[in-house]
């Protein structure tokens, strides 16, 4: 069936360290979006990119969308204590129009 | 607040009985999806319901229904319940019949089952 595979699926780092989890279909998308949920929090809604090759920016957080439209990462850079939850992709599939998550990357800060 | 209501926030419940969630969507929105998140799980997509119609199911138990009511609301029934089902439910709503749009989340009810 249809999957989204994300990785890593935990990143241990240090604050002020970067960041990055990536996504990989197995089908094209039409669009993926990325949450956060925080600890004991419910997912909350980042963005959303569309097209080929698509970079968005965030302040310290950049998401890429890839060429083929299968692919796709969020990088934070300098990570603070703010950053701290798991981060989901999902994306949507044009064949029925449904979301299909990844498993999420959880970002833990060293203490 | 995403605007989306689950009720209760915590439910605590014996294997066998039966349990109902609720969710209340955002202002506007027709759409309403059910997922559900085992401890440091990912989401599980349940089911889809778009204006009072089933849309989608995803990995949903036949134990487990849903439905939406004229006023946009849902409840995810379940049923013979067991240990394994002890989660946290998410409720969430977008504006669209297609999960391709931005969802806002409930804050979740937590099931445990003893």
């Known amino acids: 069936g249809q999957q989204v595979m994300q990785i890593p699926q935990y990143q241990h780092v240090q604050e002020g360290e970067d960041f990055t989890t990536y996504c990989n279909s197995s089908t094209t998308l039409s669009n993926i979006q990325w949450y956060k949920q925080r600890p004991g929090g419910h997912p909350v809604f980042l963005i959303q990119l569309v097209k080929s090759g698509e970079v968005k920016k965030q302040k310290r957080l950049t998401f890429q969308f890839g060429e083929a439209k299968k692919n796709s990462s969020l990088h934070i850079t300098a990570t603070q204590t703010t950053d701290v939850g798991t981060y989901f992709c999902?994306?949507?599939?044009?064949?029925?129009?449904?979301?299909?998550w990844g498993a999420g990357t959880k970002l833990i800060i060293k203490p | 607040d995403s605007g989306v209501t689950q009720t209760p926030k915590h439910l605590i419940t014996a294997t066998g009985q039966r349990v109902t969630l609720r969710c209340s969507p955002r202002s506007g929105d027709l759409s309403v999806y059910w997922y559900q998140q085992s401890l440091d799980q990912g989401l599980q997509f349940l089911i889809q319901y778009y204006n009072g119609e089933e849309r989608a199911k995803g990995n949903i138990l036949e134990r487990f229904s849903a439905q939406q009511f004229p006023d946009l609301h849902s409840e995810l029934n379940l049923s013979s319940l067991e240990l394994g089902d002890s989660a946290l439910y998410f409720c969430?709503?977008?504006?669209?019949?297609?999960?391709?749009?931005?969802?806002?989340f409930g804050p979740g009810t937590r099931l445990t089952v003893t």
């Open positions: 969430a709503s977008s504006v669209a019949p297609s999960s391709g749009y931005e969802q806002y």
């Open positions: 999902a994306g949507r599939v044009d064949s029925n129009y449904q979301l299909i």
